[in-house]
């Protein structure tokens, strides 16, 4: 285990389905991403938070909903998505910007997402 | 916007074998990752790379970093099975407010007995 802990593994949902994945981390962090890893493509940042308030939002369809509560909780709320929408969707978390770039991110295992 | 490179994209390769793996990047930074990912896994950290010239080495692996080349080298040395996974370097966008990485596609590494 890394210290990020994504649930669930695995995620089979309708097109008409609302679900939530959850990422949680005790390592101290202070920021928290989302990436969504596809086939044949490059891992592409989705969201991005700093003390729980949302930095950055990379253009991500509103069916994707994050949810930051505390510094230690991510959520990505899921409703009416895509099939193109199916992709392992990972967790990260880092220290602060003033300290982050020595240790880079620790990721979560990942949420195997597909869209039926 | 930063774009991340990475070549060969797929490399199969003998047990005992050396090769490179390139990691080239579009903006100035002086920071770079490389991660590993097992099939099935989460991303674990290999090495940080902080400045130019920097150089890591861990096992068979050694990397390194060429800030004016904007490149870095992930060398393996007589590769063993164990080694095959899927290899990303990641680059930090200096400046922004935001500390965030931006990765490459990643290689595909498969070792061969």
């Known amino acids: 285990e890394t210290g990020v802990t994504q649930t669930p593994r695995h995620l089979v949902m309708g097109m008409t389905n609302k679900k939530s994945l959850k990422c949680e981390q005790h390592?101290?962090?202070?920021?928290m991403y989302w990436y969504k890893q596809s086939a044949k493509k490059p891992l592409e940042l989705m969201f991005v938070y700093n003390f729980k308030e949302q930095t950055e939002n990379n253009s991500v369809p509103s069916r994707f909903s994050p949810e930051c509560p505390n510094s230690s909780h991510l959520f990505l709320h899921l409703h009416t998505l895509q099939p193109e929408d199916s992709a392992l969707y990972l967790c990260?978390?880092?220290?602060?910007?003033?300290?982050?770039?020595?240790?880079?991110?620790?990721f979560g295992s990942g949420t195997r997402l597909t869209v039926v | 916007e930063l774009k991340v490179e990475q070549n060969p994209l797929f490399l199969s390769m003998q047990e005992g074998k050396n090769y490179t793996i390139y990691c080239n990047y579009s903006t100035t930074s002086d920071r770079l990752y490389w991660y590993r990912q097992d099939p099935g896994k989460s991303l674990e950290s290999l090495f940080v790379?902080?400045?130019?010239?920097a150089v890591k080495q861990e096992g068979r692996l050694m990397a390194s970093l060429d800030t004016k080349a904007r490149l870095s080298t992930l060398h393996i040395t007589a590769a063993v099975h164990d080694l095959s996974a899927t290899y990303f370097c990641?680059?930090?966008?200096?400046?922004?407010?935001?500390?965030?990485?931006?990765f490459g596609k990643g290689t595909l590494l498969t070792v061969n007995p």
């Open positions: 990260a978390s880092s220290q602060d910007r003033s300290r982050a770039f020595s240790y880079g991110y620790t």
């Open positions: 790379l902080l400045s130019n010239g």
């Open positions: 990641a680059v930090d966008e200096s400046g922004g407010s935001n500390y965030k990485l931006t």
């Open positions: 390592l101290g962090h202070n920021a």
